[in-house]
Every structure is written in structure tokens, then in C-alpha cells.
């Protein structure tokens, strides 16, 4: 809780105009709103211009819900006499400042490893969050899938891997009040761009880069912009936690850029090919069900999850956790975290199997980036006996160079395909199916791909088609509760609609 006075005193607006009643100034101030529907006496509003949408046009509707204080780029033509105008350049941009002064730069008083990239971070973070909480500290973490605040998981159902910046001051100071000494932060491009600010003004004591490939060209508008964005988190290791660190992936193609934007920040280095990195592996066993290591050293380890790139995930949190351990006062190599390895668990969504006595093997994962298409088909191939049999679809409104991409790989690295919905949202089905049929030229369709909607039509038909000893992957949902149409946000659970029509199967039903 903070005075209205104080929070401008704190953060100056460029221009502020106020009441001739000095009252203003104790009136106390728990919350921000940007939302004209959560709008209270004891919050400030921000009038955030959207792609839809102007908050400066709620301005009305935030008075009669008892607002008396908003923060503007423009004065309204009509000024109340009992309402409070703080004038910025880019309210959006102001909000990230706001934020860390009304909850008291709870940033500052933890050691925050921020994770970027286009695929892994969630698997990463919850990785890093684990191993910390194995070593016998207390950490929060806000991923995709879940967050915490050192309390118990709970799923993330605002589909925001980097929420608002008023969630996160605010997530960050209830894990401070809860004890915790670290957070985890999935630190994503939309967040770190200053067309956001959302991070702007995050303290980082690390960051973690695990890759790039092409995704939400929609927003950054170009490859270079999205890569630039990303790599602002470890620019911001300069004004961040005294002895801060990096952790970067060498297998990267685009690493340079982050160990650049690190300037003088010491790096920890990975790779699971580099024998110059700082961790690497001597040998890796994929197995169905899980991934057995050697280490450089001869360490040996066994990751009870499967996929070759979970053991970039893992590299990236030993080094990520040893480092935050050091940098905390309890010196640590990651090769002392080993041990913690067979202790590990998945991400809900992330390479989950689906079990309902069928034989055939069924894994749900969030896979929905070329990047992520790449590494995860032909490690699903190399391990099944059988046939590959893949469904996905690509999400509505969003970066459309990326779907014949994924037709592509799945081309390539599967037998047989099913185009279907992910989220189409007010971009039509066919469109979105279209753009990703292009990539596939060597499959016929009716035969060997195929196109339907909805979707759990298609989870239908894959499983229709799976024979003994097949792999159904399906992929681009995960985690997701919900599935967005033109309609509106429907319940979504991929993998209770699967086991609902494996059993239905089973049964003969």
C-alpha cells in the first residue's frame, strides 16, 4: 500500500494535474488496472492504447467505478476536478516503473535468473526451479505452464508467459514475503521489448539463453527485432545484480549475439557437441521414456524424460543453478547438482505420455515453433518402432512464415499427418491449413495427410489410424485449458480429450 503522492513523488510523470483539494495526496493506492473493468477506488488506471482498443476512451467508465487517479499519454478534453491526470509519453512503457516502485522493488531483494529463447524455456525454468528447491533453497518461479511464489504450483491460466508488469512486481513481492531467496523467470521477446516493457525494470542476477529459430515475426516484424529483443536480457545483466551471470547455449547458431549483449558479464558456456563449453556431454542414450548421460568428467546421470533437447534443457539449468547457488553464498559447481537429476519432473504438456492400455504411444507437447518441430520429430522417429503419426495445427493471427515451415518437418520426419485447429482464433481454419499444407509436397493427402477440424475429430482419426508399436504425437496444445475460435475461449484439455477417446476406443465404444 502506497500514498498517491508518494507513488508520483517516486515516479514523476511528466506532467501532473490534480485536484485543488489536497486530500489526493493520503489517498491510498494497493493496485494498478489497465483493465477499465477492474477499475477501483484504491487502484490507479492506466489507459494502455491496444491493437483493439484505447484506454483512453474507458476514461468515463473508470470514474463511475470510483477511479480517481489514471495515468495518460493525452488529457482528456473534459478533466474532473476530483480526479488526479499523471501525463507520460507511452503509458504502456510507464506501467514497468510504476509497477516496481508501488511494490518496492521487490526485484532487489531476490536473485532473479531470467530464461529466454524461442523453444525450452518453460522445461528450463522448471528445471532451475527444481534443482533449487533440491539443494535445499526456497524459489519462486512464472513460467508458460505454472508459477509459484515458493508456496505450492498453480497452473498459469492467463496464457501469458510474461504477464503485465503490475502481476509480476507483484508475483515477485509475495515470493519475497513468502521467503524465498531466488526466482525463475520465463523472460520471453514480448516482455523484453520495449513496445512492452513488461521486464523493463526487472533487477536479473541471471540470465539463460537456450535458442533461436523463427517465431512471432507478427509482433517484432523482423527476424533481426526478435533476436535483438531477446538478447536484451543479458544487456540488462549491466544494471542488474552485482556479480550477475550468463548461461548461453554454443550449439546455437545466433549465441554471438548474447554473449555480445553480455559485455563484460562473465558467461558459463553449453553444448552438447562443443568441446570447448564449459558442460557437455561425453555420450547420451535416448531411450522412449527417458535420456541416460556421461558428463565430461564421467559423471553418469539418467533424465527420466525423453527427448534429446531436455538434455539441453538440463545443461542450461545446471550451470543456471550452480551459478545462482555461487552467486548466493554457497559455492557450487553444476556438476555437484548431478546427483538431483533422476529426481526431475516433467512439465505438465511437455512430452507427457498418454497410457489408456493401448499399444501404441500417445505424448502430448507444446512443440508449435519450426525450432521445436525439428528437434522433437526426429527424436520421437529415431526411438519408435513403428510409425509416426503427428497432429497440430498453427495459431491464428500470428506469424504466418512459419507454418509451411512446420509442414515441412513433418513432411519430412513423420509418416502420417493431421492438420487440425490449435487456435485459430478470428483467422479462418482453411487459410491456416492452407499455409501449412504448403510445406508438404511428398505426402498425398487423403492417404498420407489430412486436414480436419475440429480438432477432436482429428485426435480421433490419428488414434483410428495408430497400429502397434506407432507414436501419436500431439502437439502445440500442452499445458493449454482453453482453445481460442472466432467464437471465444472454449475448455480445452488435450490430454484428458485423448485419454477420453483412447478408453472410448479401448472399449469399443
Not at 63 to 92: E, F, H, I, K, M
Amino acid at each position: 500500500m502506497m500514498t498517491l503522492a508518494r507513488l508520483f513523488e517516486l515516479c514523476p510523470p511528466e506532467r501532473l494535474v490534480f485536484p485543488d483539494d489536497p486530500s489526493w495526496k493520503t489517498r491510498s493506492i494497493v493496485d494498478f488496472a489497465f483493465d477499465s473493468r477492474q477499475a477501483a477506488p484504491d487502484t490507479v488506471f492506466f489507459a494502455l492504447k491496444g491493437i483493439h482498443t484505447d484506454g483512453h476512451r474507458y476514461l468515463s467508465d473508470v470514474a463511475d467505478r470510483g477511479c480517481r487517479a489514471v495515468v495518460v499519454s493525452q488529457l482528456p478534453d473534459l478533466l474532473r476536478p476530483d480526479t488526479v491526470y499523471a501525463v507520460v509519453a507511452d503509458t504502456r512503457f510507464a506501467l514497468s516503473p510504476y509497477s516496481a516502485v508501488l511494490f518496492g522493488h521487490p526485484s532487489k531483494e531476490l536473485l532473479v535468473i531470467g530464461v529466454t529463447g524461442t523453444d525450452g524455456k518453460s522445461s528450463t525454468v522448471s528445471f532451475i526451479h527444481q534443482l533449487l528447491n533440491l539443494a535445499g533453497e526456497k524459489a519462486g518461479f512464472f513460467s508458460t505452464v505454472e508459477w509459484s511464489t515458493g508456496e505450492g504450483s498453480q497452473p498459469n491460466v492467463g496464457r501469458q508467459s510474461t504477464p503485465e508488469a503490475p502481476q509480476i512486481h507483484g508475483i515477485l513481492r509475495k515470493m519475497v514475503d513468502a521467503g524465498c531467496r531466488f526466482a525463475v523467470l520465463e523472460s520471453t521477446s514480448h516482455g523484453l521489448s520495449p513496445l512492452t516493457n513488461r521486464l523493463g525494470d526487472v533487477v536479473y542476477a541471471g540470465a539463460v539463453f537456450t535458442n533461436v529459430t523463427l517465431e512471432h515475426l507478427e509482433f517484432h516484424g523482423t527476424v533481426e527485432n526478435y533476436r535483438r529483443d531477446k538478447a536484451r536480457l543479458f544487456s540488462a545483466l549491466a544494471r542488474g545484480t552485482k556479480g550477475a551471470f550468463g548461461v548461453v547455449n554454443l550449439d546455437d547458431q545466433h549465441h554471438g549475439l548474447f554473449v555480445e549483449a553480455a559485455g563484460t558479464v562473465p558467461l558459463k558456456t553449453y553444448s552438447l557437441r562443443d568441446r570447448s563449453a564449459d558442460l557437455r556431454l561425453r555420450s547420451l542414450v535416448e531411450e522412449p521414456d527417458g535420456l541416460n548421460l556421461e558428463f565430461s568428467n564421467g559423471a553418469v546421470c539418467r533424465l527420466n524424460i525423453p527427448g534429446r533437447f531436455n538434455a539441453e534443457n538440463l545443461l542450461a539449468a545446471l550451470l543456471a543453478t550452480a551459478s545462482a547457488l555461487t552467486l548466493g553464498g554457497r559455492p557450487t559447481s553444476a556438476l555437484d547438482l548431478v546427483p538431483f537429476v533422476g529426481q526431475l519432473k516433467s512439465v505438465k504438456g511437455r512430452m507427457a505420455p498418454v497410457r489408456e492400455g493401448q499399444d501404441f504411444a500417445v505424448l502430448v507437447d507444446y512443440a508449435h515453433t519450426p525450432g521445436a518441430f525439428e528437434k522433437l520429430l526426429p527424436a520421437v522417429k529415431a526411438v519408435t518402432p513403428g510409425r509416426v503419426i503427428v497432429v497440430f495445427g498453427s495459431g491464428g493471427e500470428r506469424d504466418r512464415e512459419k507454418r509451411p515451415l512446420q509442414g515441412a518437418l513433418a513432411d519430412r520426419f513423420t509418416d502420417l499427418v493431421i492438420l487440425t485447429d490449435e487456435d485459430p482464433r478470428f483467422e479462418g481454419s482453411e487459410v491456416i491449413l492452407a499455409d501449412i499444407e504448403r510445406g508438404i509436397t511428398k505426402k498425398q493427402l487423403g492417404k498420407e495427410y489430412w486436414k480436419m477440424t475440429p480438432r477432436r475429430e482429428a485426435l480421433k482419426k490419428a488414434f483410428g489410424l495408430a497400429r502397434k508399436g506407432d507414436t501419436v504425437l500431439l502437439l502445440g496444445k500442452g499445458h493449454e485449458k482453453t482453445l481460442v475460435t472466432a467464437a471465444g475461449s472454449e475448455p480445452w484439455d488435450e490430454e484428458a480429450v485423448a485419454r477420453e477417446l483412447l478408453v472410448a476406443l479401448r472399449d469399443g465404444l
